[in-house]
């Protein structure tokens, strides 16, 4: 693409919604479109001031009827077209300015030929996809320059040879990227235990509504089934899993297809960031809890069946009752301190500068490296010269 080119793309994501926008950028962006489009009670395009906001027709095809639509004029190098949010008319937009000799870009390429830093690209691509309002304000923070800032504070402290707070400086990111990788990615968190626990239940409760399938019958969820919420400003994907059967149970009680389930659900558990290990707070009495992998949260279901706590109560567990909402919040909240210790163990880490891509990890942890062994060449430096200056008799 030649720097003269002009060049379009669809800035509203793929798909039906209200209004698209079209974006049209390039040397005479303006001129070039303006026969597509005559203003309706306003001078031409070309005589508007920037920022105007213009109604008028735009004809994608010349002998057609054209289209009522709205036109920014941002500068004489650049507009957006905003029209009717179907498939069809952004698509009639982008051919007629296709037609003129216009290069249609995908919004990425789009955002990387404008004039931004790499972590200025990389944020507002990464911004694009976020569904939780803590990893946007994480993000938003390193696109208005907090990430920049600390590479150059990091910079002068090399260049006065602070090398030891330069490192520090370089550990705090190094130990902020666990979160900041994850920004993008929502965090899995896997329900499991017996058949009719109530993981369904909990998992409806969390969501706020009817989700997966719940009923008395024992290996109703048969497969994983995710979704989607945001628990206390951050992303998280909830999987449903097939419940493991009574001990006792036959072989030839579960089905195939139940212990295909139940196989997923197994692997689902190995990678998931939290399992929440759900038991029926009625049956508590019958058997023991196991003990917990680090990673799993327990959890006592159907509390407000539960008339005596008894000794097996654990202080570690969460008492939840999918009927009455008693615990669901303080389970939320608690999945939240498990999945992010961070917000609440050391609350300046996530506010500061967070690389979140793993090219800015991998430069951070190279830096690093390089500090560590500037500092390990200037202690040999020290001792050789203290061994010359002061040798031993
Ligand atoms: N009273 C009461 N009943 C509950 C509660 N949670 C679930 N149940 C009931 O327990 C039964 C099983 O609930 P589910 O949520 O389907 O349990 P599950 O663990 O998903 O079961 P499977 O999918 O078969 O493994 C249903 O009859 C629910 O109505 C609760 O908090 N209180
Ligand atoms: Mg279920």
Redesign the pocket.
Known sequence: MGPGCIRTTLLTPVGRGALAVVGVAGPGAVQLVSPLFSPRGAGPLLDRPDGAVVFGLWRSCLDGPGEDLVVVRRNADALEIHCHGGLAAAEAVITSLERLGVVRQTWPVWLRAGDMTETEWEAREALAGIGGRKAAAIVARQLAGEMQRECDRIERLLATGALADAGAALDRLIRAARVGLRLTRPWRVV?A?????????????LAGYTR???????????DLLETRVVLDGWEVDLV?????REDGVSESEVTGIERAGIARAVSACTTADLVIR?I??RQLKDGRVKQLAPNELLVF?????VEERGPESRTDAIW?????G?GIAELATEIVRRLVPEETEDPGLLTGAVPFTDRQVALVKDLRQTVENATRASAALYSSFASVVRPRT
Do not use: W
Request: glycine residues 12%; proline residues 5%.
């Open positions: 329900l235990g017996r058949v009719n626990a109530g993981k369904s239940s909990l998992v409806n409760a997966s399938i719940v009923s008395p019958e024992p290996g109703t969820t048969r449903d899993t097939a419940g493991v759900v029926d707070g279901s159907k509390t407000d069946q939840t009752s999918a009927v009455t008693a």
